[in-house]
């Protein structure tokens, strides 16, 4: 297996365009879209790794970026993190409850605890276990808890 990425700095989720614009995964058409709106590029990383290909993962790494998308776009589940480097994550959940009801939002941060009842669900990162945020994500989704097994 060849790196075609040798240095350190190439990151899969980045947008080497700067514009901010979201980048999504997935191998199935009818897959429960998933939006991961975070900041730290690592996370979503792994956040995808985790559940494709049993959901379609849209990651966007701003709330400017986030507002745009959910105006166009309908997403079965919401994880967020609202630090953000451009503000609080925690005012698009006013817009993303007015636009998109049926929506579940999973709130996964490192910090604000307390404001963990503003979602369906709170799970501290980086703390959480894969198998504990697939089980919280699968429970959102309704798609089943076993976790994706890969063939050895």
């Given amino acids: 297996m060849t790196n075609d990425f040798p240095t350190s ?6 947008d080497d365009t700067g514009s901010g614009g979201a ?3 997935s191998i199935f058409a009818e897959a429960p879209r998933v939006l991961h709106i975070d900041s ?22 701003s709330l400017a970026a986030a507002q745009e998308l959910l105006q166009t776009e309908q997403f079965a589940l919401v994880v967020l ?11 698009l959940l006013h817009d993303l409850r007015r ?14 605890p307390e ?5 369906n669900a709170f799970l501290p990162k980086p703390w959480t276990s894969p198998r504990q945020l697939w089980r919280t994500v699968s429970d959102l989704l309704g798609i089943g808890s076993a976790m ?5």
Avoid: W
């Avoid at 700095?9 to 980045?14: A, G, K, L």
């Avoid at 730290?40 to 790494?61: F, G, K, N, S």
């Avoid at 404001?115 to 979602?119: I, S, T």
């Avoid at 994706?148 to 050895?152: I, M, R």
């Fill in 9 to 14: 700095t190439h990151r899969p989720f980045q």
């Fill in 23 to 25: 980048i999504g995964f």
């Fill in 40 to 61: 730290d590029h690592d996370t979503a990383l792994v956040l995808a790794a985790l559940l494709v290909p049993e959901t379609h993962v849209t990651h966007v790494p």
């Fill in 81 to 91: 993190d609202p630090d953000l480097p451009d503000g609080d994550g925690i005012d």
């Fill in 99 to 112: 636009q998109q009801q049926q929506a579940r939002v999973l709130m996964y941060s490192a910090r604000h």
């Fill in 115 to 119: 404001q963990h009842h503003a979602g």
């Fill in 148 to 152: 994706p097994v890969e063939p050895q």
